[in-house]
């Protein structure tokens, strides 16, 4: 079967399908972002190696005039990620295609690429569990979290101060990154100090899902909610610098959508009693630095 995705399609239908499907897809996928985004290159494998090298230590004694500084070596380490295929199909029937309300099955579409949107958005997700864990108010173990310990003042100046003691990179507008669902932000708002993204200018030139600031923290939300049951209920939050956590595609093979329409006859639909639309591509998400970001766990009483 041909997987061409205009064969049989009008430019302005796939246009539409496109469109449909981007804005659905586009909806809130805020764990990526304030990640390192790039792409591999074509013909040049599938696993990505990145170099890390540890600062130097500080020169401090003074050299012996007119003589060169002493000789000292690089060390580092190596991070590979390697490139992964992902996707879903659905199979659309042609008498309900023909039959619905949902004209040129626009929504269908959108469900698609909701999907495709939540599946990016939660394999970032799930890489940020690999960052630092922190425990509120210093718990020792996940089983100690009550709901009572939820985000707090307290716990996000430490967290700024860890990331700040590991020379975590901030971003170019001198904040680190936090992400949260809906439980912890209604703890979090509470704080007096907290600074509502409103009552500053620019929001929606920064993240999408912004919602303020404390503590040099830029504060996300996301509905896309990760929990650990323990003897409460206890919330995936992440903090993080730049760089801390990268994702990847492949150029050529970047998740996009495909339609097959019940139009294009061929020896696996020989009636043309369905069409097909899905989304495909090749992404990883990989922690480089794991000390620039912490996934941070609270109770939340809301």
Do not use: C
Not at 154 to 169: H, P, S, T
């Amino acid at each position: 079967m041909s997987a061409e995705t205009t064969t049989t399609l009008s430019g302005e239908l796939m246009t539409l399908y496109e469109k449909v499907f981007l804005k659905r897809n586009q909806f809130e996928q805020i764990y990526e972002e304030g990640l390192q985004k790039r792409s591999r290159s074509m013909n040049e494998g599938k696993t990505i190696v990145f170099n890390r090298y540890t600062p130097l230590s500080a020169a401090t004694t003074p050299l012996t005039e007119g003589s060169d500084p002493s000789e000292v070596s690089l060390t580092g380490a190596q991070v590979s990620a390697t490139l992964s295929e992902y996707g879903t199909k659905v199979k659309i029937s042609r008498f309900l295609s023909l039959t619905s309300v949902d004209e040129n099955n626009k929504e269908k579409i959108a469900v698609v690429g909701q999907n495709m949107r939540e599946t990016m958005d939660t394999l970032a997700r799930n890489e940020l569990d690999n960052l630092t864990a922190y425990l509120a108010n210093a718990k020792a173990a996940v089983t100690d979290l009550a709901a009572t310990d939820v985000i707090s003042a307290a716990n996000i100046r430490k967290v700024a101060r860890n990331l700040e003691a590991a020379y975590a990179r901030k971003y170019a507008d001198g904040f680190y990154m936090w992400k949260v669902t809906p439980y912890v932000k209604a703890d979090l708002i509470a704080d007096s100090t907290w600074v509502n993204a409103k009552t500053y200018s620019g929001v929606k030139d920064l993240y999408r899902g912004e919602i303020g600031e404390l503590y040099g923290f830029r504060f996300l939300l996301s509905a896309n909610v990760k929990t650990t049951s323990s003897t409460a209920t206890v919330y995936h939050t992440y903090a993080h610098g730049a760089d801390a956590v990268g994702v990847y595609d492949l150029d050529g093979d970047q998740p996009k959508l495909y339609i097959i329409p019940h139009t294009q006859i061929d020896s696996a639909n020989a009636t043309g009693r369905f069409s097909l639309a899905s989304w495909a591509g090749s992404y990883v998400a990989k922690t480089l630095v794991s000390t620039w970001g912490y996934v941070a766990k609270f109770g939340a009483t809301a």
